[in-house]
């Protein structure tokens, strides 16, 4: 293995650091949007230390796409978020490494006039529409989640701002709107659900 050296700027010198053993460069094969595609991913270190970069990147930057988006960088504003394997998944978190083969990626670049992006648009609920993307991604993967367990009902209005905040039983993921379109975005989860629930 090569040992790699990292210079990084620092008020105006310019530090040598050294970040680990280069593993390689590997190829990870998915399913995204429902085709399959391959790409190089770069990954450092080996068995428990291996770190490679965020899927957020590898898609954006081998595959194209546009809606998932860097928010926070830490998994908690959902900008990034997309469904792997059908579960809402932060990708500005998540290594590409971590990703099985074969796995099934669906970004919003892949749905193309799915009810929820024809409410978001028709109700206006995207200010800035930065957040867009969690926004639908995650309530595509609640609701989903919701028919897979049994339940067609239609969530309330109190459920979706549960889900939104993060204060559901099945999960703790957030999603914020920095520009305060809430009430518009709660009105587009729910129309969307009433047409998907039917």
Not at 76 to 85: S, Y
Request: hydrophobic share 40%; charged share 20%; with cysteine.
């Amino acid at each position: 293995m090569q040992r790699i050296t990292c210079q990084v700027a620092v008020g105006g010198y310019r530090i040598a650091e050294r970040v680990g053993s280069i593993k390689g460069v590997a190829d990870r094969t998915i399913r995204l949007n429902g085709k399959k595609v391959s790409a190089p991913y770069r990954s450092v270190g080996a068995g428990a230390a291996e770190n490679s970069e965020q899927l957020l990147y590898w898609l954006r930057e081998r595959h194209d796409q546009h809606g998932p988006r860097f928010g926070c960088g830490v998994s908690q504003c959902g900008a990034c978020t997309v469904l792997l394997d059908g579960a809402a998944t932060r990708s500005c978190t998540r290594q590409v490494h971590t990703v099985p083969d074969m796995a099934e990626v669906l970004t919003l670049d892949g749905l193309r006039g799915h009810p929820l992006q024809r409410a978001f648009v028709t109700l206006q609920a995207g200010q800035c529409a930065f957040c867009v993307n969690g926004m639908v991604m995650g309530a595509l993967g609640w609701l989903s989640q919701r028919v897979a367990a049994g339940n067609r009902t239609v969530p309330a209005d109190e459920e979706i701002k549960d889900f939104l905040s993060g204060a559901l039983p099945e999960s703790d993921d957030n999603y914020i709107c920095r520009c305060g379109a809430h009430t518009r975005i709660v009105a587009a989860i729910s129309a969307a659900a009433k047409e998907m629930l039917r």
